[in-house]
């Protein structure tokens, strides 16, 4: 029997699926990846999120704001979120955190930075800011975790974090910082996640840190339709894929495939509330 694995973070409800999903999941499960976890990136996506949970055995929602679309966002989406996440097969809040990579001013070519768009990357931040202190509290509120998205923000990512990390923890999602980072976060009591960056020519410094981190505390995940992995790379990414991760991180932590789908799984519904 082949070992099974989670893909912990999925966006089944993307349009990239729309076509053919009952295949996409049976390719899945073919390929010994028993559960989706679908995550939500607005109120709308959160919603097809767990419409697809009840639509399919395998497939699991969270339900959240992605930190990149926070200029849209309400000014108070916790009343959303508790209605959100008190439906069946929801279990977890997100994808939320904070995103500095795409700031106003860096959209922008850099002799037009001038004091305007300094304004508009504070005015971005602290909206990125309030809505994850949003999911933090609900969270915190309604005993779920959070799955995190941080990009160019670790430090106020982690300060964010903090204050709620005896109540709250989170997996930080398609992890590509180093190995100190990842310590840091561990010590909160959060996770990692890893994604196909793991098969890539240039993912060295994700491999070194996957080889750093303890085997209970990461999970796998294809953030698909993202980051296909080797031999996929370039191509539309699917859950079927975490197989191909997996053989990866299995040989860089140099354990069978067994005992990495144990470590992996457990630790998976260990932080996902609900997740069977
Ligand atoms: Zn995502």
Known sequence: MQPIFFDT?????????????????????????????????????SQRAV????????????????????SNAPTDLRPALRELAKKPKVVALGETGLDYSRLPSRAKKQDDANADLQEQDALYKVKQAQIFAQHLEVASELGLNCVIHQRD???DTLSHLQPYST??????????NDESAMKRILELGSVVSFTGILTFKNGQNIRDTLAATPLKHFMLETDCPFLA????????????????????????????????????????????????
């Not at 109540?167 to 590509?176: L, Q």
Request: aromatic share 12%; proline share 6%; hydrophobic share 40%.
């Open 9 to 45: 973070h999925a966006h089944l409800d993307y349009p990239d699926f729309a076509q053919e999903l009952p295949q996409v999941i049976e390719r899945a499960q073919s390929a010994g990846i028993s559960r989706i976890i679908s995550i939500g990136t607005d109120i709308e996506s």
């Open 167 to 176: 109540r709250v923890r989170g997996v930080f999602h398609c992890f590509a």
């Open 153 to 155: 923000a670790l430090e």
């Open 229 to 276: 992995p080797v031999p996929y790379r370039g191509k539309r990414c699917e859950p079927a894929y975490v197989k191909e991760i997996a053989e990866v991180a299995a040989s860089i932590k140099g354990c069978p495939l067994e005992e990495l789908s144990k470590a992996t799984c457990a630790t998976a519904t260990e932080f996902f509330r609900g997740l069977f």
């Open 51 to 70: 419409a697809l949970s009840q639509q399919f055995t395998s497939v699991f929602a969270v339900v959240g704001w992605h930190p990149s679309y926070a």
